[in-house]
């Protein structure tokens, strides 16, 4: 006589969506109240009803597969069929009050005492020195080796962070006035550059519009628990940088140069201003270190922009702070570094062993494995017995 397996129960499909998260807020759909309605019939069929945020949902698909797998792996499942519905305003405005916590609208998560959130912010004195690269390249390795990594194009003018990620056709979901970060190789990330609403859009904004940017991509963006955020500023010592000083006193400071004079004498500019603003200096990168000879092989360095930038850098800096600042990497000349950002793949995760990758990771690893020192930190501390400002 053959044998029939039960249908399953209702509270075993209901645990098995509830390791289905949303691919967005990385949250169990359940949690978030997107699980609209659950029907199971005799012969073993499910039916599933998910309430995406927003009808034009990018990752509705993944959403779909991954409620398929889980509830299809329930023994007695026989067939899974996901309807997909949409949020209701009054759904979606609850949903944005649960991942707020109630927290205001501009509140900024990493600004808070207890926050946990290493930031780091990436500065140079000029730009075409590839601090963007190297944004990106340490946003990569850092998500790679298992942190939760954002990342904030705050170079308003030149964003290039979302082709370097290779999302700059992606469009951020928006729930209520909550963004919902773009999500590429590990790392949450919003830019302008997603917020505009033609790519070729021309950014022409004063200080108080560019504070006001930067306050949005850090309050408006819901990022979750994050590791560590790296902010890729605009080169120089403008707006932005005096606006995450006043925003983020808790973030530190990397420094990107070249070997050539002319950009180390602006990259310590950039160091001193974050200084001035109360930011540790973590260290210094330069780039563009040196050619590895296409004849002799690497052991023959071709200095083609000089020698010697990121050691004046650092020692400059150290010199007027107080405290060691690392020359943390001397990064080669590689056109598969350029050739990964146009790709919008990484070269840490392209080519891990190629000489300029292994710098990155390096400096990666360098960054995360440090404890936060309290050299040149605004700590927000008045002496005993006398007011603040007294």
Not at 166 to 179: A, C, F, K, L
Not at 337 to 351: E, I, Y
Not at 354 to 367: F, I, K, Q, S, Y
Request: proline share 7%.
């Amino acid at each position: 006589m053959p044998t029939t397996t039960a249908a399953p129960a209702q509270d075993t499909v209901q645990a098995a969506l509830a390791t289905v998260q949303d691919p967005e807020i990385k949250r169990p759909v359940t949690e978030l109240g997107m699980v609209d309605d659950v029907r199971i019939d005799p012969d073993g069929s499910v039916r599933v009803r998910i309430l995406l945020t927003v009808s034009g949902c990018p990752l509705k698909e993944t959403l779909t597969r991954d409620t398929q797998q889980a509830v299809g792996a329930v023994p007695g499942v026989t067939r899974v069929e996901v309807e997909l519905g949409v949020m209701t305003d009054e759904q979606r405005h609850g949903l944005r009050e649960q991942l707020k916590g109630g927290a205001s609208t501009r509140d900024i998560p990493f600004a808070r005492p207890g926050s946990l959130t290493r930031v780091l912010a990436i500065a140079s004195g000029k730009g075409g020195v590839g601090k963007s690269s190297v944004t990106v390249n340490l946003a990569a390795e850092m998500a790679r080796s298992g942190l939760a990594v954002g990342v904030v194009d705050a170079d308003v003018y030149g964003h290039s962070v979302p082709d370097m990620l290779g999302v700059g056709d992606r469009r951020p979901t928006q729930v209520d006035d909550m963004i919902m970060p773009v999500e590429a190789h590990g790392v949450r990330a919003i830019s302008i550059g997603m917020l505009k609403p033609r790519k070729d859009q021309v950014v022409a904004w004063r200080g108080p519009m560019l504070d006001r940017a930067l306050v949005q991509m850090l309050s408006d963006v819901f990022w979750g628990d994050l590791d560590v955020l790296l902010l890729d500023l605009p080169p120089g010592t403008g707006d932005v940088a005096i606006s995450l000083g006043q925003h983020l006193a808790n973030a530190e400071v990397l420094v990107v140069t070249t070997p050539q004079q002319a950009a180390a004498d602006v990259a310590e500019r950039a160091g001193t201003m974050a200084s001035m603003l109360r930011q540790r200096v973590a260290g210094v990168v330069e780039n563009m270190s040196y050619l590895p000879c296409p004849h002799c092989g690497p052991e023959h360095r071709l200095e083609v922009f000089g020698s010697g930038g990121g050691d004046r850098v650092a020692a400059t800096l150290a010199q007027r702070f107080g405290y060691d600042v690392p020359v943390l990497a001397r990064i080669p000349l590689d056109e598969r570094l350029r050739a990964g950002g146009d790709d919008g793949v990484p070269l840490v995760l392209s080519d891990p062993d190629a000489a300029a990758a292994v710098e990155l990771t390096g400096v990666a690893r360098e960054l995360t494995s440090r404890t936060r020192g309290l050299a040149g930190m605004q700590l927000g501390l008045t002496p005993a017995g006398r007011p603040a400002g007294g």
